[in-house]
């Protein structure tokens, strides 16, 4: 069975960095291409990064430059370290695993993990 | 970018009856590569169709997805007491990836 749990989350001020984790189970992660997607409370779902299985590694607009994707296969672990923080990152990150190697055309997100709170506030 | 609108915002019904809701893309859905998730207060978004009109693993039949191009649909033949949620379609087509707004399917 596959499984994702999200960790790492909290209040941080503006400014402030955070690192958050996705520990995988259930499936060989290192053939996956896995990706963070937020959601704001009350809001809809926003895609915010993806890794593939070979490290490459792409970012939402609104993000790029705070936040930074990473993988550890030894420990069936993604990480989203997130810097910079604006009020407007306030949100439930999800982690995802997605249905082929790759991010890009075709491959979906076929698992999401419980997700983890990230408050932004002074 | 691709940008999803869904409709309409939220749907009344009641149980046992047809639910239609609807996602058109400002511009074409490659290949079709259009999913929908359902979510739940609380809880992660779940993955029920994918590539327009493919049912994912453990969801009953009672969900169809349909459409190509810029306008896709999702039917509930019968709603039954556990659907009622809020439904998201996605694109994942085209970089980056996009979601509608959502629509909730609230009881009447």
């Known amino acids: 069975e596959v499984q994702l749990v999200e960790s790492g989350g909290g209040l941080v001020q503006p400014g402030g960095s955070l690192r958050l984790s996705c520990a995988a189970s259930?499936?060989?992660?290192?053939?996956?291409?896995m990706s963070w997607v937020r959601q704001a409370p009350g809001k809809g779902l926003e895609w915010v990064s993806a890794?593939?299985?070979?490290?490459?590694?792409y970012y939402a607009d609104s993000v790029k430059g705070r936040f930074t994707i990473s993988r550890d296969t030894s420990k069936n672990t993604l990480f989203l370290q997130v810097n910079s923080l604006r009020a407007e990152d306030t949100a439930v990150y999800y982690c995802?695993?997605?249905?082929?190697?790759?991010?890009?055309?075709?491959?979906?997100?076929?698992?999401w993990g419980q997700g983890t709170l990230v408050t932004v506030s002074s | 970018e691709i940008v999803l609108t869904q409709s309409p915002g939220t749907l009344s019904l009641s149980p046992g009856e047809r639910a239609t809701l609807s996602c058109r893309a400002s511009?074409?859905?490659?290949?079709?590569?259009l999913a929908w998730y359902q979510q739940k207060p609380g809880q992660a978004p779940r993955l029920f169709i994918y590539?327009?009109?493919s049912r994912a693993t453990g969801i009953p039949d009672r969900f169809s997805g349909s459409g190509s191009g810029t306008d896709f649909t999702l039917t509930i033949s019968r709603l039954e007491p556990e659907d009622f949620a809020v439904y998201y379609c996605?694109?994942?087509?085209?970089?980056?990836?996009?979601f509608g707004q959502g629509t909730k399917v609230e009881i009447k």
């Open positions: 996605q694109q994942y087509g085209s970089s980056p990836w996009t």
């Open positions: 511009q074409s859905v490659s290949s079709n590569f």
């Open positions: 590539g327009a009109s």
């Open positions: 890794v593939s299985s070979g490290g490459s590694t």
């Open positions: 995802a695993k997605h249905s082929s190697y790759y991010y890009g055309s075709g491959s979906y997100l076929g698992y």
């Open positions: 259930g499936f060989t992660f290192s053939s996956y291409a």
